[in-house]
T-cell receptor, first 113, second 110 residues
């Protein structure tokens, strides 16, 4: 199974500042999807952003953007202008040709006023 | 939840009893998944399905079985529940490059 690694169990950012969450993955495939999901205390899983590996352009969704480095197998999430509502667990996930969706262990993001 | 419903939402059961969790979807997604979420482990894939009667194991499949007799329903069965299976279980369904999740089931095995 493909491995997804999130090396930061916890991160902290001040309101209005920028924070970057790291994710690396291991795969031998060339075509796949990568995702960042947000899980607030409500436990709901919310899709933040998605990247298709064949697209070289980094995905962006409002204040959220990714730095996708295919050769390095790195997929980091940048949150700009952080808000209190961004506080949550963030999960990186990989989906390859077998369509199994595999997650990292998550990064807990704390946003301080 | 994009049409993904899990039942029950909460369950307490005794060690050694069988338990079945149900996932129902209304959007005709082809792929469906069962995960367990435990502190420090993120979401770990138990089993997934890529079509009716087509299933495969994930990384933590021991002690679990699944069935998918129709597109909309994906059942997860714990044949003989153990305390190590106390967890929050999530169902997800995928199509078009996005996975949608149910609200989760908190299962406690005492």
């Amino acid at each position: 199974a493909q491995t997804v690694t999130q090396s930061q169990p916890e991160m902290s950012v001040q309101e209005a500042e920028t924070v970057t969450l790291s994710c690396t993955y291991d795969t031998s495939e060339s075509d796949y999807y990568l995702f960042w999901y947000k899980q607030p205390p409500s436990r709901q899983m919310i899709l933040v952003i998605r990247q298709e590996a064949y697209k070289q352009q980094n995905a962006t969704e409002n204040r959220f953007s990714v730095n996708f480095q295919k050769a390095a197998k790195s997929f980091s999430l940048k949150i700009s202008d952080s808000q209190l509502g961004d506080a949550a667990m963030y999960f990186c996930a990989y989906m390859g040709s077998g369509y199994a969706l595999n997650f990292g262990k998550g990064t807990s993001l704390l946003v301080t006023p | 939840d994009a049409g993904i419903t899990q039942s029950p939402r909460h369950k307490v059961t005794e060690t050694g009893t069988p338990v079945t969790l149900r996932c129902h979807q209304t959007e005709n997604h082809r792929y469906m998944y069962w995960y367990r979420q435990d502190p420090g482990h993120g979401l770990r894939l138990i089993h997934y399905s890529y079509g009716v009667k087509d299933t495969d194991k994930g990384e933590v499949s021991d002690g679990y079985s699944v069935s998918r007799s129709k597109t909309e329903d994906f059942l997860l069965t714990l044949e003989s529940a153990t305390s190590s299976q106390t967890s929050v279980y999530f169902c997800a369904a995928h199509s078009g490059g996005e996975a949608f999740f149910g609200q989760g089931t908190r299962l406690t095995v005492v």
